[in-house]
């Protein structure tokens, strides 16, 4: 575990290197000592060795062996000594004292010498002493100098480690700790940018230092970042203000298009409007408008919701004033073709390489005053008759308008129906039948519809749109509007 | 040609196509701009395929749940673009998927089928 830690990886690196050096160093330094020593011992034997041939040679000549052995005692007296031999010319023992009979600890630490004795300018070789020293006290030395050795190394490893420990506990262990700390505040919270209290020169002052100045520029950029954000969301919100604001005015020139209650009931006894666009503004529009002998109740559905089918509304709405004009002779059926022409022109589909692929479903009806029939024309829009709970699909020609392949010349079928009191004529788009919904995701479809109709039929007109709407809705449920909405319903 | 493949979305259909199989299979809601986008690049897609193959084979399979009227009109031109490539010799059946009940969807499936001249068309009622 210890060795995981800075201080642990120190230690490892340290230890074993300051203890092989100085191990290396005082080894060099015994060996040394040893050889000066054994050679001081050596030189101490040559010159004993010399002293004691020639101190000798009188007492040898004159066989004075109590002064040999005197001599020889005095000189066992010295601590080096380990033994001595003094012979005759014969070679034999005169005297022998220490270990002479065994071996020498090393062979240069014995020497053998003879004895000369000099008469006048004779001089004859009388016998031999050999002196042999020990290095006992060499190694005893050596010894010593070791456990010193020893105890200087075991003091020296105490102090490294000491220094160590605390080396790394004050100059890196505590900003380490610092910094660990302060990462980990940090990580709680990003903005969190206190200074790191420790300021130092060396490498770890500098991490921390840059540190420091990261996480300050980092709560800046954050703090940029905020700012920014929240301007943007001020932004999106002020246009999406903007954007409403005008959507909603929008809504207010497309809602002045639309017939008053009054206009209405000049048309009509009775009638009935669900109008919803699915974004305020949208593609559907109802007309109501004097016409020749009478007046026409339309119901438009322009491709696209939104702003581009308000837009189509009310291009439509100005086609509509001119086709009015234009087919002031001809029949429903006339004048919805003209309507498909003016379009189809208005619109630039007319040329066969029109980058649009707009028109609109369309459907009209015909109310003459005081007539006995009411003509319908509905361009790919059916008109609902019901009666007593009863309702009947009259189904219109199959083409839109001014789609680029409905043909130039195309013709609408008019149907002329009864007029009578007793029945409600309704005009629907597509967002109420195609609306998905019900326990299977499914859309509304034309039997829904026509059942729902034949429901409501029986009711007041002006409790008809809020009954509808609120089946429609309890059927749409959680599912998201798809389209516009329209249902417009009277009785003459 | 290659595969073609969009992911379904709330109001964008699943779109499969298979070059080797010779299968295209459309599911789902349609009624964004996105969805009429995927329809118009899988009509040059599938163009593309039939120009290289005037004599290939290609099933399409329908199984819509809503679409609005500018993908009806998307796939109104698909239908056309598939018609003449059978017009042309190519083998093309047009499967259209409703679920059980769902009759205006049916009759959806009718009214294009009604347009086809040359491909082979069929109005299969999903088990429910």
Redesign the interface.
């Known amino acids: 575990m210890i060795f995981r830690s800075l201080t642990g990886k120190t230690l490892a690196v340290y230890l074993p290197m300051v203890l092989a050096s100085v191990v290396a160093v005082f080894a060099i330094q015994s060996w040394n000592y040893h050889r000066e020593q054994e050679q001081e011992l050596i030189e101490q034997l040559r010159s004993l060795t010399a002293v004691q041939s020639t101190t000798l040679a009188q007492a040898v000549w004159e066989f004075d062996s109590e002064s040999i052995e005197s001599a020889i005692n005095q000189i066992m007296k010295l601590p080096i000594m380990r033994d001595a031999v003094v012979r005759d010319e014969t070679g034999t023992n005169i005297i022998a004292m220490g270990a002479w009979d065994k071996p020498p600890e090393k062979p240069a630490y014995r020497l053998a010498r003879d004895i000369v004795y000099h008469e006048q300018t004779d001089s004859q070789i009388i016998g031999q002493v050999i002196l042999g020293v020990t290095g006992h006290q060499i190694t005893a030395q050596l010894y010593d100098n070791a456990l010193l050795n020893l105890r200087v190394l075991a003091a020296l490893l105490v102090a490294l480690t000491a220094a160590t420990l605390i080396t790394n506990r004050l100059f890196i262990g505590r900003p380490l700790a610092l910094l660990k700390q302060a990462i980990e505040t940090r990580r709680g919270n990003e903005d969190s940018a206190e200074p790191i209290a420790w300021k130092s020169s060396d490498e770890l002052g500098l991490v921390v230092g840059a540190y420091t100045q990261m996480c300050q520029r980092q709560k800046e950029t954050n703090r940029k970042i905020k700012d920014y954000q929240a301007h943007l969301e001020e932004l999106v919100q002020q246009r999406t203000a903007e954007l409403h604001a005008s959507i909603e005015y929008a809504s207010r020139i497309q809602r002045s298009f639309l017939p008053t209650p009054a206009e209405m009931r000049q048309a009509v006894s009775q009638f009935m409007v669900l109008w919803e666009p699915r974004d305020v503004v949208g593609g559907d529009l109802y007309w109501c408008r004097r016409w020749r002998d009478g007046h026409l109740l339309m119901l438009g559905?322009c491709?696209?919701h939104g702003v581009p089918g308000a837009l189509m509304t009310l291009v439509c709405s100005s086609i509509l004033d001119r086709a009015e004009d234009d087919a002031q002779n001809g029949g429903l059926a006339d004048l919805t073709q003209r309507i498909h022409h003016l379009m189809r022109a208005a619109l630039g589909q007319d040329s066969g390489a029109a980058e649009t692929?707009d028109g609109m479903?369309l459907g009209l009806c015909h109310v003459r005053d005081g007539g006995a029939t009411v003509d319908f024309v509905g361009a790919r829009m059916d008109l609902y008759v019901a009666e007593g709970g009863e309702v009947t699909r009259v189904r219109g020609t199959?083409t839109g308008i001014a789609?680029p392949?409905v043909p130039e010349d195309q013709e609408y079928t008019c149907h002329q129906l009864a007029a009578d009191p007793a029945r409600t004529y309704y005009m629907v788009t597509?967002g109420i039948?195609?609306q998905?919904g019900g326990p299977?995701?499914?859309?509304?479809?034309?039997?829904r519809f026509t059942d729902l109709l034949a429901r409501v039929s029986t009711l007041p007109l002006g409790e008809q749109a809020a009954e509808v709407r609120r089946a429609f809705v309890a059927y749409q449920g959680p599912d998201?509007r798809?389209?516009d909405i329209s249902l417009l319903g009277f009785r003459l | 040609m290659s595969d073609l493949l969009f992911s379904a979305t709330e109001n964008c259909p699943g779109i499969t196509f298979k070059a080797a199989e010779g299968t295209l299979l459309i599911a789902g809601e349609s009624y964004s701009e996105e969805a009429a986008a995927a329809l118009e690049k899988t009509i040059q897609h599938v163009r593309g395929h039939l120009d290289d193959r005037p004599e290939g084979t290609l099933s399409v399979t329908f199984a819509l749940i809503y679409f609005n009227s500018s993908s009806a009109r998307k796939i109104m031109t698909l239908m056309t673009t598939l018609d003449e490539a059978a017009e042309g010799g190519a083998d093309v059946r047009v499967a259209w998927h409703y679920r059980p009940g769902d009759e205006s969807m049916a009759e959806l499936g009718e009214d294009f089928g009604e347009d086809l001249e040359h491909a082979a068309f069929s109005l299969v009622e999903e088990d429910s």
């Open positions: 559905d491709t696209g692929d479903e199959r789609y392949e597509d039948l195609d998905v299977d995701h499914m859309m509304f479809g034309r039997r998201p798809r389209d």
